[in-house]
């Protein structure tokens, strides 16, 4: 074979090589598992738990593990500090509706918007293709532990955050203190969102695109789990929620 059909066999070659690689560049194609997960990462919507799952450095391990904290041990400190402050209100306090119906009212309608926000995370939930190829009976190739992990703790500080913005929304004596320690509540769910970069998640849409896609069956164990960590807290945050407002209106 002469220097000139060598050229022409690389040359070739080379436009092959590139037409596959611009296929992966312009994916991701939402159905599958590598381009559901660069889209997020393209569209910024990665957490701190899917980040270091793909980019395991030591700053993103510690981020990630005060992430969790946070989620898992502030928010139910503060919950139960609230719960059992001397100046709770107890179960039901039905206070007079003349001395605070401006509070009453303002309660009942921000757990009415609760439950908006909450049923907006379960159609994403939903719609979700990692999360459908979860309840095949599947999951990505590229899935770690952290990247299990953070959805079930995601899924458990919604329950917390549901509680306790109820809780909260309870116990504030003014529609000022209704809002602003609501918010609070549910900035503490959204720590792990907040912390991720525009740079953190175009580092792991770089990583991404040399990840192929691939399936592995999901282990008995986590799929028996998912009942329990995710779906039954979900449900029970989901009723909670339905049934705030109605609390609210009666007993704040």
Do not use: H
């Not at 569209?43 to 270091?52: A, G, H, N």
């Not at 980019?55 to 981020?63: A, F, L, S």
């Not at 989620?71 to 400190?77: A, C, D, G, S, T």
């Not at 896609?213 to 986590?222: I, M, N, R, V």
């Amino acid at each position: 074979m002469g220097k000139e059909d060598t050229a022409i066999d690389m040359s070739e070659w080379e436009k092959r090589a590139m037409s596959e690689w611009e296929k992966r560049e312009i994916l991701p194609a939402e159905e599958d598992l590598r381009g559901a997960f660069m889209k997020r990462a393209q569209d910024k919507e990665l957490d701190m738990y899917q980040v270091v799952s793909v980019w395991p450095t030591k700053y993103n391990y510690i981020r990630a593990c005060m992430c969790a904290l946070i989620q898992l041990v502030i928010l139910p400190l503060v919950i139960v500090k609230i719960m059992t402050d001397k100046d709770s209100k107890g179960i039901c306090a039905m206070s007079p509706v003349s001395s605070n119906w401006e509070s009453k009212i303002c309660a009942s309608i921000f757990c009415m918007y609760l439950n908006f926000i909450f049923w907006r995370f379960y159609r994403e939930i939903v719609d979700d293709t990692l999360m459908g190829k979860m309840g095949e009976g599947l999951m990505a190739g590229f899935a770690n532990a952290w990247y299990i992990a953070g959805m079930y703790l995601n899924t458990i500080s919604l329950f917390f955050t549901s509680a306790g913005s109820i809780v909260v929304i309870y116990n504030s004596d003014t529609p000022l203190d209704i809002i602003l320690n609501a918010l609070a509540i549910a900035f503490i769910n959204d720590v792990d969102d907040l912390i991720v970069t525009k740079g953190d998640c175009r580092e792991v849409e770089s990583k991404m695109k040399w990840e192929k896609d691939s399936e592995k069956a999901l282990p008995k164990f986590l799929d028996l789990l998912d009942y329990f960590v995710i779906w039954v807290p979900f449900f029970a945050t989901g009723l909670g929620l339905l049934a705030a407002p109605v609390w609210i209106g009666i007993c704040y």
